[in-house]
């Protein structure tokens, strides 16, 4: 069973910048993909990013270039820098983990994290 935990999480300005880290591990493939997700108060959870491990990346339109995701040299980590954030970014961001093609469908990642609060408020 792979195991998959995020942080970083906090409150931050409008405009500001925080960075979220997501790890896998206990038997992670060979390939795999991270999968970030939020969901916002009163909102069903949405796709923001993801990676493989071939270092292929997508991005949803709401976050397309003001979020970069990237992969640490060793592949154990994969970061989401998120830059110029603005209040609807604020909620719970979830990291998952899956072995599909890369993908913002949360029905095809099978393990997930606990989540981290991201708060975006002035």
């Known amino acids: 069973q792979v195991q998959v935990a995020e942080s970083g999480g906090g409150l931050v300005q409008p405009g500001g910048s925080l960075r979220l880290s997501c790890t896998a591990s206990?038997?992670?493939?060979?390939?795999?993909?991270i999968g970030w997700f939020r969901q916002a108060p009163g909102k069903e959870r949405e796709g923001v990013s993801c990676?493989?491990?071939?270092?292929?990346?997508m991005y949803s339109d709401s976050v397309k270039g003001r979020f970069t995701i990237s992969r640490d040299n060793a592949g154990d980590t994969v970061y989401l820098q998120m830059d110029n954030l603005k209040p609807e970014d604020t909620a719970i961001y979830y990291c998952?983990?899956?072995?599909?093609?890369?993908?913002?469908?949360?029905?095809?990642?099978?393990?997930w994290g606990q989540g981290t609060q991201v708060t975006v408020s002035s």
């Open positions: 998952a983990y899956g072995t599909v093609i890369p993908n913002l469908v949360e029905e095809v990642y099978d393990f």
């Open positions: 206990g038997g992670t493939s060979d390939y795999y993909v």
């Open positions: 990676i493989a491990t071939t270092d292929t990346t």
